[in-house]
Structure formats: C-alpha cells, structure tokens
C-alpha cells in the first residue's frame, strides 16, 4: 500500500533528529573519529577472540579425541612472563589515566615501562621456545606441544603488533606530540594490550587445566 | 589509521597515483574490487567451460589443452587430476574473489558511507589497504596455477588428509595447495580490515538523523554480512594456518596416524580429518550468507523504487537480516551430514536449517508485497532484482530438501547439491551483482547503460541459468555423483549424458551473452547516455549528489536525514517519492 511509512515521517520544518540513536550527532568532528576508532578496536578484538575460539574449539577436541595426549610440561618462566605482562599492562593503564588528567611526565615514565615491559614478555616467551627446544620439544613432537606453539606463536604475533604500537606511542610522546587530545591512539592501544593480557592469562588457564 | 576528520580536510589527491592507484577514497576503492571481481568471474566463469567441456568430450584431442599443461594434458586430454584442479580454482575464485567481493566490498564500499551520509569510511588508510590485500591473495591464488604440479585439486573445501599430506597425495598437492592456503589466508586478513571498517562506519559515521531505521536495507545487509565476515574468516584463518603447519612442519593436526598415501606410511599421529570440516564448514555456512545477503538488499531497494511503493515490512526485513545473519552460525553440520555424525546432532542441526527457512520465507513474501499493487517501471535493474527473486526461491527450495538428513543420506555428493549452490549462489547473488550494476552504474560513472542490450543481456541470462541448473537436480536424483571428471566407466551414466551434453551447450550460450554485457558496460563508460542525478527517481542519499560524486561525496556539506528510504507514494506528497534529505515534511 502507498506511503504507509507512517513512523518515520518527520512533520514540520526541520527539527533535530528523533529521539534514539542517530549516528551520534553527525559526521566530522573528533567526537565521531574517536568513537569511530574504539569501535573498530572492539570489532578487531571480537575478531581475534573468535580466532583464539576456534583455536581452542580444536585444543579441546583434540585432547579429548586419542590417547596420545602427551602434556605438555610448561617451561616456568612462562610464570615469570605471566606476571611481566600483568605488570605492562598496569603501567599502561596507569599512564594511560596521567595522560587524562594532563601529567604528561608521568605518562610518558609509565607508558615506556609498559613498553619495555612488553619487551621484556616477547624475549621471555623467546626463552621459554628455546627451553623447550632444548628438551627436544618442537612443533610437530605431539599434539600437545603442536598446540602450545600455535597458541603462543599466534598470541606473540598480535602482541608484537600491539609493542609496535606502544612504541609508536612512546616516541609520539618522547616528541611532545602526545597531548590528552591525542588520547584516541592511546586508549585503543591500551585497549588491545589489556585485551592480549587478558587473552594470555586465559591460555595460562587453558594449559594449566588443559594440557 | 587516518581519522575521517582528517580526511576531509585534505583536499583530493592529484597524482595519477593517488588518485586510481593507491587511493583512500572509498568510490575508487569500491571501483577496483568491483574490476577485481570482474576479472575473477571472467577467469572463473573458463574454468567452468572447460569442465563443462571435459565432461562432455572426456576423450576429444585439444591440441592447445596439451600446450597449456604438457603433463596434465598429454596427448591434448585432460587428465582427472587436472579436471578437478580446474574445479577446486573455479570453486574458490568465484567464492572468494566474485561472491565475496563484489556484492560487499564492491558495491558496498562506494555505497554505504553515501547512503549514511558519510564523506568517506572510517578507516580510509585501512581501506586501501584491504583491496591491495586481496588483490595480493589473488595474485598468490593464481601464482598456484603456474608452480610446479599445478594448482590444488582438493576442491574449494580443501578436506585434509589429501589437502594436508602434501605433494605425496598427488598433483597440485604440493606447492599449489601451499600457495592456496596462503592466498586464502591473507585473503582473510583483507576481510577482517574490511570488516572492521564497515562496521564502525555503519555504527559511528552515520548523518544527523539517519538512525538506524531509517538506512537502506542495502546498509543493513552490508552491515549484517560485515559482522558475519569478522567471525568466519577468523575461523577460517586459524583453520588455514592448522592445515599449513600440517603440510609444512609435520604436525597433525589433520591428519591421522595410519596413512598410508601413494604406498608410503605417512609419519603422522592422531589428527582428524572431522575438526576440519567443522572448522571450515563453521565459516563456510555463514560465507554463504555473506553471498547473498547483499544481494537481498540491492533487491530490497530495486523492487521498492521501481514499484513506486515502500518497501513491504521495513522491520521484518531487519529482523529477517539479523535472524539469517544469527542462525547462519548454528547450521553448519548440515554441510557434514554425511560425515558420521549422529542423527540427534543431525537433527539439531536440520531443524535449525530449516528455521532459516523462515526469515528468508519473510523476505521473500514481503518482497512480493513491495511489488503488489506497485506501478512498476520495468528497468534492466528491476528485471535482474526480479530473477534475484525468482532464483532465490527456486535455490532456496532444493536446500530444504538438502537439510534432511534422511534426504541428504541420497543427495549428498551428487549433482542435486551442485544444483542447489548454483542456484542460489552462482546465480541468484550474481543476478544480485547484475542489478546493482544496471542500477548504481550511472551514479558511479557519470553515464547509462543502454536498456536495450541490457535488457537483452537479462532474458538471455535468465532463460540461460535456467537450463543449466535445473537440469543438475535431476540429475542428482538420478544418482549422477559430483566431482568426478568423467562418467565413461558407468553404464547407468549413460542414458543421462545427453543431459550434460544440453547443459554444456546452454552454458557455452549463456557465457557468450555475457558478451552483450561486457560490452554493454565498457561501451557506456565512454558513449553511454549523460546521467542526471537521479536518473530512477530514487529516495536514498546517494541520488542526492551528482554523478558522479566529488571527492568527498556532499560537496562539504553534511546531509541532514528526514525521512526512512523506502517514501514512495506518499499521499498528499508532491511527487511519487520523497528524499531521504527532503526537509519539506510529509505528514502520516
């Protein structure tokens, strides 16, 4: 039938939009492109934990499927690592919030020990391969050990991402380029590193209770 | 990643190279996936040729067959091997680089951040980005068919162990399905990009007044297929990467312990070849949904404008998008119903298929409802949004009878299921792809095509498709199997190889009025008549602005949105539409 759209005819000279979400108040403007930026952040995230999901999906029926499950003995510094990464994350979100309240000092002391940090994690994660190849564990030695490496190899590429990231950041702000208006790039790089802490914690879980 | 305040104040690029090349305007990246997917289908639609003829003259001599591949075609016949390499290529390009590129990031890279009100998308940088990935993906895909052995034979679903052991398991199997599997993954990378833009964007960019309800279904459709796109190819990319440390550092992750391949005992432990399937078949069912979704839009929004009547339940239609979107994550088994599968989880799995049946049934009737009563304008666009229609329900159908199991027990891997996926996605998307060509062709290039040829091109094509595809139904239920390369060894084969014969002959038919098209579309970018603004009398934003549009689509300005898409007909209004931007109201 024509014209039965009657809802959202708009009756009268122009008037602001009706009530309910309309785009957030119109192009242009740094209000969208931040929001813009921490949208796409969040659907990135969604898309690595579906990864991370499928991932898991396959470790957990391939544990429960033969007898060949042989677990894996976890090197300890992954411990070690655990708890440096834990500690980045920390200094990121403490520098993060200094850099809200404008003591950009203190931010840019807090984001670089996140970045070192985060450093740090990487070569120890470098270390706890090399231990393992030292007991002849390697990639294709048994399922278990297949899946350690998948696991740590792909968290360890996203997280070298995010460190390029944090480092971009760091000489952003070495440079004094990096005021609270420019917190975007901020938030949504610390948004991903406390997403990859988070993630890794969880695979500690998975290979503690599931290995 | 460049904000898109920041892109607006930059004034458009002038070198040759910045502005066709590597460019972040969101219509020339749009242009070069549509081009992209061009090239694909073209390269595709030769494969399916000379499938076709194989499987009709599976001893004829073809002198050039045996200059093209030496060894897989010695002596100018095509060996088996090189018969289902064909089909494995056929089946990923138009999969990946036609179905899933053209419909979304073609039409839907130009479109969406117009129809909103958008000057570009959110992530113009990021972008670019995602096309020369893809364009990268298909230079590795067809890398594959120049390397040594091949490409892989393993059919667009690449089932381990055969795609797994590597070169041992036969030609195409080594450095051709390695290369697959990477071109593959690094086309899922250019989809998540993809994905990640057209989400924000359709979130966050939106013009003032353009709430949700008010988009065009296309957006909606766009939006919905970006969403099921960011899951699946995740899936499928960590599915990609299991099977090529597989091939290439002797996991098993696939593969299990036992194998004996080409008389050798294969050194692998305890995989599975099932895990998989339910990883692959996890992505592909909602890739299939990624295929036609879009095209359900373009349909949506060609049948409401060339009937002069707002679309027939705006919100079912949402719900319909969003319930198809939803449910096309819960069906994957139905692809694996003959994989040893319990029949409770077959059930569960049948039950939700057919659930599916239901919002597509939505859309389709409400389809129908928008054309009831319409003063319809039979335009080549309108033509192909109807065959979309036609197409859909008849692909639609022969699913359902593929998502009972008890069926599926006789219908798996025979002609029936390659009847049904033709259909629904080698026509009906592609017949999708044709509308949105005939309809936004003058906005994006200024010109029309000519209505005659294209008119043409579409009785053509539809009575074309037609006799392909529904003759594979029969087929299957015939008992003709799918995949094989030829059916000269079975005698009950026999009496229907003059089936294959017509089919082969109304293939050779319909790719030759492909021509009337092609023609049609290179002609009318240099002669085509001048477009005006809106040349259908059509009510969304993007037939607001002149054809083509500038740079940065409003001109500088920023459009304010006052009414839904789909005010055709609208009593008491001035003319028998009224702009989503009309400020002069039109009271209900």
């Known amino acids: 039938m024509p014209g039965s759209l009657a809802k959202d005819a708009v009756k009268g000279p122009p008037l602001p939009p009706d009530a309910g979400d309309f785009g957030g108040g ?3 403007g740094r209000g969208t492109s931040r929001r813009a930026s921490l949208t796409g952040m969040v659907v990135l995230l969604a898309a690595i934990t579906m990864m991370f999901a ?3 999906s396959a470790y957990v029926v391939r544990r429960g499927m033969s007898n060949d499950w042989n677990a894996l003995p976890l090197p300890h510094v992954l411990f070690a690592n655990t708890a440096v990464l834990v500690a980045s994350s920390a200094a990121l979100e403490l520098a993060r919030r200094r850099l809200k309240s404008g003591r950009r000092g203190e931010f840019n002391r807090y984001w670089t020990a996140g970045t070192v940090l985060g450093m740090l994690f990487l070569l120890g994660q470098a270390y706890a391969w090399h231990e393992l190849k030292e007991a002849g564990i390697f990639v294709a030695t048994n399922p278990s050990s297949s899946f350690f490496y998948v696991f740590t190899a792909a968290h360890g590429i996203h997280l070298l991402g995010g460190v390029v990231a944090l480092i971009w950041v760091s000489v952003q702000a070495l440079r004094l380029q990096l005021g609270p208006g420019k917190r975007t790039v901020v938030e949504v790089s610390a948004l991903y590193w406390h997403f990859l802490d988070g993630l890794w914690v969880y695979l500690m879980v998975l290979f503690l209770f599931w290995g | 990643m460049s904000s898109p305040e920041v892109h607006s104040a930059h004034h458009a690029p002038t070198s040759f190279i910045g502005k066709y090349v590597f460019s972040k305007d969101h219509k020339v990246i749009g242009i070069q996936y549509y081009f992209l997917a061009l090239f694909s289908v073209l390269l595709g639609m030769t494969l399916s040729l000379l499938m076709r003829f194989h499987m009709v003259h599976p001893d004829m001599k073809v002198g050039w067959f045996e200059k093209l591949w030496p060894t897989a075609a010695a002596g100018g016949i095509m060996t088996p091997e090189l018969y289902l390499s064909l089909m494995t290529m056929h089946g990923t390009i138009m999969v990946f680089f036609v179905l899933t590129t053209a419909p979304q990031s073609g039409f839907g890279n130009y479109f969406l951040p117009i129809q909103i009100g958008a000057e570009d998308m959110a992530f113009p940088t990021l972008n670019m980005l995602s096309f020369w990935t893809t364009f990268l993906a298909l230079v590795v895909m067809v890398a594959a068919f120049f390397v040594q ?3 892989p034979l393993s059919g667009w679903t690449a089932y381990p162990p055969l795609s797994g052991v590597g070169r041992i398991s036969g030609p195409g199997e080594g450095m051709g399905q390695t290369l697959w599997i990477i071109s593959i993954a690094i086309f899922c990378g250019a989809s998540l990009m993809g994905a990640i833009n057209f989400i924000a964007t359709t979130l966050d960019l939106r013009a ?8 065009p279904l296309t957006c909606w459709t766009w939006f919905v297929t970006a969403i099921l796109g960011l899951f699946g190819f995740a899936v499928l990319l960590a599915a990609g990467i299991l099977l090529l440390l597989d091939r290439t550092a002797g996991t098993s992750f696939f593969i299990p312990a036992g194998l004996v391949v080409s008389d050798q005992i294969l ?12 990883l692959f078949w996890f992505f592909g069912h909602p890739e299939v949904y990624i295929a036609i979704l879009p095209g359900m839009g373009v349909t949506s929004q060609l049948l409401s404008t ?5 679309i027939f339940g705006y919100r079912a239609m949402i719900y319909a998008i969003l319930a198809i979107g939803f449910l096309g994550f819960l069906v994957w088994g139905h692809h694996m119903f003959m994989s040893g599968m319990s029949p409770y989880s077959a059930f569960a799995f049948s039950v939700l298929t057919m659930t599916i049946g239901v919002p597509s049934a939505i859309k389709t009737f409400n ?3 928008t054309l009831w009563g319409g003063k319809i304008r039979f335009t080549t666009a309108m033509m192909f949004a109807l065959g979309f229609v036609s197409l859909f329900v008849t692909g639609g159908l022969s699913g359902i009878f593929l998502g009972q199991p ?17 259909m629904i996605m080698g026509v009906a998307a592609i017949f999708g792809m044709f509308a949105g060509t005939y309809y936004w062709f003058p906005k994006m290039f200024g010109r029309m095509m000519n209505e005659t040829i294209g008119k043409i091109h579409f009785y053509l094509t539809f009575l074309g498709v037609y006799a392909i595809f529904t003759p594979m139904h029969f087929l299957g239920i015939a008992g003709n199997p799918r995949r094989y390369a030829d059916f000269t060894n079975f005698e009950f084969m026999n009496s229907l190889m003059p089936v294959h014969t017509f089919m082969t002959h109304a293939a050779y038919f319909t790719a030759a009025v492909q021509l009337l098209f092609l023609f049609n579309l290179f002609w009318s970018l240099k002669k085509g008549a001048k477009a005006t603004d809106n040349p259908w009398e059509s009510t969304t934003l993007e037939w607001t602005i002149p054809s083509p549009p500038p740079f940065d689509n409003f001109g500088g300005h920023h459009p304010v949105v006052y009414h839904g898409a789909y005010e055709y007909s609208v009593p008491g209004a001035a003319k028998d539409y009224v702009m989503q931007t009309d400020p002069a109201a039109v009271s209900h």
């Open chain 1, 54 to 56: 499928a991932l898991t």
């Open chain 2, 149 to 151: 052995g091949g490409a």
């Open chain 2, 367 to 369: 389809w129908i409802g």
């Open chain 2, 406 to 422: 008890s069926l599926d027990l006789y219908f798996h891997d025979t002609y029936f299921v390659v009847g049904h996926f033709h």
């Open chain 1, 26 to 28: 119109g192009p242009g």
């Open chain 2, 208 to 215: 003032k007044g353009m709430s949700l309800m008010r988009m």
């Open chain 2, 267 to 278: 050194n692998h432990k305890g995989g599975s070849p099932l895990l998989w399937q339910h």
């Open chain 2, 306 to 310: 060339f009937s002069r009547k707002p």
